[in-house]
């Protein structure tokens, strides 16, 4: 007979195998605002400075960033000239070919890059990525400033890139006297799931205002694979994404831009600031051989200044698929250059839908078919949308950083727009593309985070020895007046890797989920929902649980 | 088999703290004679979890031959028995035995009042391979919630007869300081999990 520990020994030596596994030899460094450099760089023990964290960091290493502040007083080096640059953060240590380098937020934490405070008089880089194969996730980068008096330069830069291979995810950039993310150089460079918002250069010498994109790509020629994906655009006082000069092909879908030219927060006309939500290529109008073709798909504008969609007089046809413009000036613009400067119309437009504001301009002249305005046999009214509300589009992201999903501009059943496009070579549902940025017509739940008017209490968690789950319960009791009827569903944010939710409803960005439909809690009432995690490496489980309501 | 709900106030004799109860536990272990196995004693840690400890002690019963007990996560021995807390995600202490008789133990429960998620301490008798011995499930579990006065849920092997002498008590308390102490980087590193 085995000696008893012997048996529970191989239990517990399969859980650490599997919790082992793929882990190779990779380190995981941590740092937070309270850490020291001169620490060990552990989760108890962490450093206080990308700057350290860079030095010791190699190639297929990963460091976490703990929440909090992160506040930058000055440049690493100093401003030569009034003309000059600095840089706050500069990352020029390269990760390799599979092994990236990553620089994540700690899960479930917000760490925040504050260069508010540098009075360096000159433009700032507030994080200067020179090197390649590097992975950011999850920051909020704030504050790159200009200095008032100095009206020498043009903008600065939040982050500012010439890297490539690199990945920029889950990075919320926002109040910078200049774009939010800048793609200087570089090739097959990922900007995924990024929000880029209240961005204002008002010490700009070409024109308060005029520089401060959202996004901007302006790699040169030979830079293939620039593609941004997921990201968001709003209240910047030049463009949402901004791919003028640029010699490569950018990709930019599935995202969204809105409010731009204005004063941030404002509905007040910046006159510098261009206004277009997505300005796809262009070189100041003049006529360059061998251009590239863009491509934006799959993205929604709208309520901006100047276009939705902008060809910016781009010598080539870029492609337009399956975009949705709402109350733009125009909602498209096809506006190109032939060879001799004129001014023509350039663009492969597919099954793009317009609505509200003027539609379409510098059309006459590209190929365009299957879109909403050259379809005789539809209309497009607010019936066909879910929701034609243009307000909470900035609402929070789901875990996994992914967009939010809102039944906004998404098509109703039975609307004339369904099955209406043509096949570009992308997947679809039903006999045929619909028009518009969201396919199909299924119904999506608008939620509204109910959890701060909850009291959430888990209880422990019991083991079931035969299945080896662990159940327990998660108790919610409406604390506040309000009533909540339709859809409940409780999300665990930042459930422990690893660790299953055996029964859970569905998922939503990453996160699982359980759904009461009906349900109905009133003032006072409480709801119990069981939870069962299977958790094969016994770790201590960790999770943000999360209630939300869905309209009934 | 049939289950109890038992509220801490009709188990709880000893006039202490609401924050630690206590309970004199016997099971009888007859529905599993003639094997060997565990009586097992297991806390899943939650990361949210409030602190807990379970002050195990004045074990009678137990017909081991020598091994060595089971220990595992954040487990204190002591000279009657354990301190058993909730610092890490699994947190184990079992004591080998030969089923067929009563075995009693005293449990000494703190609870820290500070909000948190709650633990559960579950007992139970298991064979050498860690499957349910006699029984489908725990013996015995308490749902702890901070605040709140534990839950017990039974089954008709265990009974409640009475509680623990007061220097038992005394003695928990007083290895609960220990407890603590040796437990402060436990819990730093079960943050990380």
């Known amino acids: 007979m085995k000696h008893p520990q012997q048996l529970f020994a191989r239990r517990a030596l399969a859980a650490a195998v599997l919790s082992a596994a793929g882990c190779a030899s990779a380190a995981t460094y941590y740092v937070a605002p309270s850490g020291s450099d001169a620490a060990a760089g552990t989760l108890a ?70 260069f508010a405070q540098m009075k360096d008089n000159c433009r700032v880089k507030g994080v200067n990525v020179t090197g390649s194969w590097l992975h950011l996730k999850g920051f909020e980068v ?46 097959n460079n990922l900007v995924l799931n990024v929000d880029s918002h209240h961005n204002y250069d008002p010490y700009s010498k070409s024109g308060p205002g005029q520089n401060a994109d959202g996004f901007g790509v302006h790699v040169g020629a030979n830079s293939p694979g620039n593609v941004l994906r997921g990201c968001r655009a709003w209240a910047n006082t030049d463009d949402g994404y901004d791919f ?31 206004g277009n939500g997505f300005k796809v290529g262009g070189y100041g109008g003049a006529y360059q051989a ?59 437009l597919r099954n793009n839908l317009a609505w509200q504001g003027t539609l379409v301009s510098n059309v006459a002249g590209a190929d365009a078919v299957n879109n909403s305005w050259n379809l005789a046999s539809v209309s497009v009214t607010s019936a066909d949308f879910q929701s034609a509300s243009l307000d909470g589009w900035d609402a929070p992201r789901l875990p996994d950083g992914s967009l939010p999903v809102l039944p906004n501009l998404r098509l109703a059943a039975g609307s004339d727009l369904l099955d209406k496009g043509v096949s570009v070579g992308l997947p679809y549902e039903g006999a045929a593309p619909d028009l518009g940025a969201f396919e199909g017509s299924a119904r999506v739940t608008a939620f509204a985070d109910a959890t701060p008017a909850v009291k959430v209490v888990q209880s422990g ?51 699982p989920t359980l759904t009461l439909n009906p349900a109905h809690l009133a003032p006072g009432q409480t709801l119990t929902f069981p939870v069962v995690f299977a958790n094969p490496a016994h770790a201590a489980i960790a999770y943000t649980p999360r209630l939300f309501a869905g309209q009934p | 088999m049939r289950t109890f709900l038992i509220a801490l106030a009709l188990a709880c004799a000893c006039g202490g703290a609401s924050a630690s109860p206590t309970y004199r536990v016997v099971v009888d272990t007859g529905a599993a004679a003639g094997q060997w196995g565990w009586l097992d004693f297991l806390i899943l840690g939650q990361a949210a979890a409030s602190p807990v400890h379970a ?30 807390g909730n610092g890490a995600g699994w947190n184990e202490y079992a004591l080998w035995t030969r089923f067929g008789g009563r075995i009693g133990f005293d449990v000494l429960l703190d609870i820290d009042p500070r909000a948190g998620a709650g633990s559960t301490l579950e007992v139970a008798l298991l064979d050498a391979a860690g499957n349910y011995a006699g029984a489908a499930g725990d013996v015995l579990a308490f749902a702890l919630l901070p605040g709140e006065a534990p839950v017990l849920t039974q089954t008709d092997a265990v009974t409640l007869p009475e509680a623990p002498a007061p220097a038992l008590v005394g003695l928990g308390l007083a290895l609960l300081g220990l407890a603590r102490r040796r437990r402060a980087p436990r819990r730093i590193l079960a943050g990380a999990a």
């Open chain 2, 55 to 84: 002050t195990l002690g004045g074990f009678a019963g137990i017909d081991g031959d020598g091994t060595a007990p089971l220990l595992a996560g954040d487990v204190a021995v002591t000279a009657t028995g354990a301190i058993l």
């Open chain 1, 244 to 274: 003028i000069n640029a010699g490569s092909a950018v990709t930019v879908e599935s995202s969204w831009a809105w409010r731009h030219g204005y004063y941030p927060g404002t509905t007040t006309s910046v006159p510098a600031g261009n």
């Open chain 1, 461 to 511: 968690l019991a083991l079931n020895r035969t299945t080896q789950q662990m159940s327990g319960t998660l108790s919610v009791t409406n604390t506040s007046t309000t009533t909540y009827d339709g859809t409940l569903m409780l999300r665990l944010d930042a459930l422990t890797d690893g660790v299953a939710l055996v029964n859970r409803s569905g998922s939503q960005g990453g996160a």
């Open chain 1, 45 to 114: 023990a962490p450093w206080a400075t990308i700057a350290h964290a860079q030095a010791v960091a190699a190639p297929g290493d990963t460091v976490y960033f703990r929440g909090g502040a992160y506040v930058f007083h000055g440049g690493v080096n100093a401003c030569a000239s009034m003309t000059d640059t600095v840089n706050a953060v500069t990352l020029n240590k390269s990760g390799q070919a599979g092994k990236p380098i990553r620089y994540w937020a700690y899960p479930g934490e917000k760490p925040v890059f504050d």
């Open chain 1, 142 to 187: 704030t504050g790159a400033p200009q200095q008032p008096g100095n009206l020498l330069n043009n903008e600065s830069w939040g982050v500012w890139n010439s890297g490539s291979n690199n990945t920029f995810e889950a990075l919320d950039t926002h109040h910078h006297m200049g774009p939010g993310m800048f793609i200087a150089k570089g090739s």
């Open chain 1, 290 to 348: 061998n251009a590239p073709q863009h491509i934006a798909r799959f993205n929604v504008a709208f309520n901006n200044k100047a276009a939705g969609f902008y060809a910016n007089h781009h010598p080539a046809a870029s492609y337009f698929t399956n975009n949705t413009g709402v109350n733009n000036r125009p909602d498209f613009n096809m506006l190109g250059v032939d060879a001799s400067g004129a001014g023509i119309a350039l663009g492969i």
